[in-house]
């Protein structure tokens, strides 16, 4: 019944910018903590940013501290990610995910803390 769905990954050069879009279906963005992972070649999964079920409270990984941020719009039940400045670093599958319940309002940083998980979107950097 949940499905989460990534949008907006690309190809852009190093310093430019990208807005990722994550749409959830089967539940409000209101009622869970939601945030974004990715996943570079040859790597582990790693957390980038998440956002409060209430939307009042962020958290981000000093990776991209100050280059994302992490917002949502509750009237399209979607998930954003803004980047800007992109490095050579970040290329990666970006993925967005959906708390479980009891790490409501706890910003994890942990995958074990996400029950759902959208395919993917791909961002790539050039140079």
């Known amino acids: 019944q949940v499905q989460l769905v990534e949008s907006g990954g690309g190809l852009v050069q190093a310093g430019g910018s990208l807005r990722l879009s994550c749409t959830l279906f089967?539940?409000?963005?209101?009622?869970?903590?939601m945030g974004w992972f990715r996943r570079a070649p040859g790597k582990e999964r790693e957390f980038v940013a998440a956002i409060s079920w209430s939307g009042l409270r962020t958290s981000y990984a000093d990776s991209v501290k100050g280059r994302c941020t992490i917002s949502r719009d509750t009237a399209k039940n979607t998930l954003y990610l803004q980047m800007i400045s992109l490095r050579p670093v970040d290329p990666a599958v970006y993925y967005c995910a959906r708390t479980t319940g009891g790490y409501r309002d706890y910003l994890t940083t942990f995958a074990s803390g996400y029950d759902y998980w959208g395919q993917g979107t791909q961002v790539s950097v050039s140079s």
């Open positions: 089967g539940r409000t963005l209101g009622s869970v903590d």
